[in-house]
């Protein structure tokens, strides 16, 4: 079936109409849905509520259940979401292009893919005991009880479903805020994988949402007494907002993360990771790599292999008008600065014709050589338009890599052979996820080892969060017995 804006519309005016229909009037029929009162939960527990208050009585009442249940049948549900992620990802991906406008309908799919298989479940939480002269002691990882998570527009199902994967698994119902963009492909989400949870023999309404989020509903979140963690990923300002709240607060912000290549690096495999790194997902995602710092002896070497894997590079007159068009508020040192919004996630031909440049419609990325002070190398544009700068040498690449990433402490890149060169940018970046000869999204555990998160915590530190992160350390100590030795 051919998708079209229509048809799509038509699928998340569908899916809102079918929850209004069976959730929004049940809830809603059982009376309150503000301030106190009983709970709207309406034996449907499909999770999306008029109100956020509704939303949030619903999510407590199911954390007071999943507390009841075992930790098999919490291992059960966890499994019935990633076969209900598996079955819905060609459709996920449609729903949160069409919504959004941004992004690559096949990077979806694989974003979504990979959330529903590498995010870690209830197998993350360990519990630790310390054994002595004066008995025994147990360490165990206790749930928060109801989490708030604000969702960003660029991975709104991918950050749904690792965050819901990862937080149930730590014994925690979730109340979601998504980002406006993305309100009715959330709303499916969030009901599909309601009903896995359901069919393992979980309780109702264990994710929540609210039809219509805004600013307003994510500061409830911020302020309601029945929050008990907060968890936000998307941009400066909602980080700024959250950090205000008197709440433990878990933040994933933004980034802008350089790739140094320098003079010892192969190449041609740099050239096909940097293409396929950068074009990912039309590069929103925060991970991507944004600026390309290449040592100056190698640099047309490496064009030339970026050009051979799918990159176009602009003239310097079509980057002064690109640059004009894409860039709101022109970063700087000291100023992280702004995209303009209409061309975030949008396909590279489509922001070369913007300017009256007709390149082919496979282009992955608009390659732009300037210099180290241009607001393309300082800003997050969250598109396919990739700066590349000449630096004299490895070190000068590395310093300059240091600055542009304005202490966001996120994600870097490098590809080189030169163990002193990766050491000293490894720390000196100081960043969550650093990436040796590889695409930046490598190093979320696929084409890399390890795991996945859609929140990486780099403001608060928590780095690539997992069920363990929202969990509360809880010890329990028996005072001269229980050794076997
Ligand atoms: P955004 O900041 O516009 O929105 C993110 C979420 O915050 C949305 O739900 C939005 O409604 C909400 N929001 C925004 N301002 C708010 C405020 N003042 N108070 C309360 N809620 C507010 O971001 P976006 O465009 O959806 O996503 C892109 C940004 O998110 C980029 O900066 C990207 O780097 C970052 N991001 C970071 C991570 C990470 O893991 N670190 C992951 C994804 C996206």
């Known amino acids: 079936m051919e998708i079209t804006e229509a048809s799509v519309r038509e699928l998340v005016e569908q899916v809102l109409t079918s929850l209004d229909g069976k959730i929004l009037r049940g809830a809603t029929g059982l009376g309150s849905t503000s301030g106190g009162g009983a709970g709207p939960v309406a034996g449907t527990g499909r999770g999306v509520f008029p109100d956020i208050d509704a939303a949030i009585r619903a999510a407590r009442s199911a954390h007071e259940e999943l507390m009841a249940r075992t930790l098999e049948t919490r291992t059960h549900m966890v499994a019935a979401m990633r076969q209900a992620v598996q079955k819905n990802l060609e459709r996920l991906a449609d729903l949160a292009v069409q919504e959004t406008g941004m992004g690559r309908r096949q990077d979806k799919v694989l974003k979504n893919k990979v959330a529903g298989e590498l995010t870690p479940g209830v197998e993350d939480l360990r519990a630790v005991t310390f054994s002595g002269d004066h008995g025994l002691t147990l360490v165990?990882?206790?749930?928060?009880?109801?989490?708030?998570?604000?969702?960003?527009?660029?991975?709104?199902?991918?950050?749904?479903?690792?965050?819901?994967?990862g937080m149930i698994s730590a014994g925690n119902s979730v109340v979601f805020n998504p980002h406006p963009s993305a309100k009715g492909v959330s709303a499916f989400t969030i009901d599909f994988l309601n009903q896995a949870i359901a069919s393992a023999g979980g309780p109702a309404n264990m994710l929540c949402t609210v039809a219509e989020p805004t600013i307003q509903s994510a500061q409830r979140l911020f302020d309601h007494p029945e929050i008990d963690l907060l968890v936000v990923t998307g941009g400066p300002g909602v980080v700024r907002a959250a950090m205000k709240s008197t709440k433990k607060v878990i933040a994933a912000g933004p980034g802008n993360p350089p790739c140094v290549v320098d003079e010892t690096a192969n190449l041609v495999k740099a050239g096909r990771d940097i293409v396929s790194g950068t074009g990912f997902d039309n590069n929103i995602v925060c991970i991507d790599e944004k600026e390309i710092l290449a040592v100056a002896s190698i640099a047309d070497r490496l064009k030339a292999e970026l050009v051979k894997n799918g990159a176009c590079e602009l003239s310097r007159s079509q980057v002064d008008a690109v640059t004009k068009l894409v860039i709101a508020d022109a970063g700087k040192p000291g100023h992280e600065g702004a995209p303009n919004k209409e061309f975030v996630g949008k396909d590279a031909y489509l922001i070369a014709r913007a300017v009256g440049v007709d390149v082919p419609r496979d282009t992955r990325i608009l390659?732009?050589?300037?210099?180290g002070q241009h607001p393309l190398v300082w800003t997050e544009q969250l598109m396919p338009v990739i700066p590349l700068v000449r630096c004299n040498d490895a070190d000068a690449a590395i310093d300059l890599a240091v600055a542009c990433e304005h202490g966001f402490r996120h994600t870097a890149v490098m590809h080189s052979l030169n163990i002193e060169k990766l050491s000293r940018m490894a720390k000196v970046m100081n960043c969550s996820l650093f990436v040796k000869n590889g695409s930046a999204y490598n190093g979320l555990g696929f084409g890399g080892a390890g795991f996945t998160s859609w929140t990486i915590a780099s403001p608060t530190g928590e780095g690539l969060t997992r069920a363990t992160t929202f969990t509360r350390e809880r010890r329990c100590a028996l005072i001269d017995y229980f050794r076997i030795v």
């Not at 206790?142 to 527009?153: E, F, K, L, Q």
């Open 140 to 165: 165990e990882r206790a749930p928060y009880g109801v989490v708030g998570s604000i969702t960003p527009s660029t991975n709104p199902t991918e950050t749904i479903i690792s965050n819901a994967i």
């Open 367 to 371: 390659l732009c050589e300037v210099d």
